[in-house]
């Protein structure tokens, strides 16, 4: 009995579980993409760009909008 339970286990544990692992990576996968689907606005964008590195884009931006605005 306790071999069927170690083989049992085996199983679960060498061939079950990166199913599943992979399984949770795609559905994970496919939410982001459709999160990245979703329109943003200028404000959020504006702050991706900072988050994301892109710091000369985002003060050019800024520095664009702040001109528009006070003309």
């Known amino acids: 009995m306790k071999a069927l339970v170690e083989a049992v286990?085996?199983?679960v544990l060498f061939m079950v579980t990166p199913a599943v692992v992979v399984w949770v990576q795609?559905?994970?996968?496919?939410a982001?993409?459709?999160l990245g689907r979703l329109?943003?606005?200028k404000s959020e964008a504006q702050?991706?760009?900072?988050w994301s590195g892109n710091r000369e884009q985002a003060g050019r931006s800024c520095l664009a909008q702040a001109?528009?605005?006070?003309k």
């Open 39 to 41: 329109p943003v606005e």
């Open 26 to 30: 795609s559905r994970l996968a496919v």
């Open 67 to 70: 001109a528009a605005e006070h």
């Open 47 to 50: 702050t991706t760009y900072l």
């Open 9 to 11: 286990a085996n199983v």
């Open 32 to 34: 982001i993409e459709a």
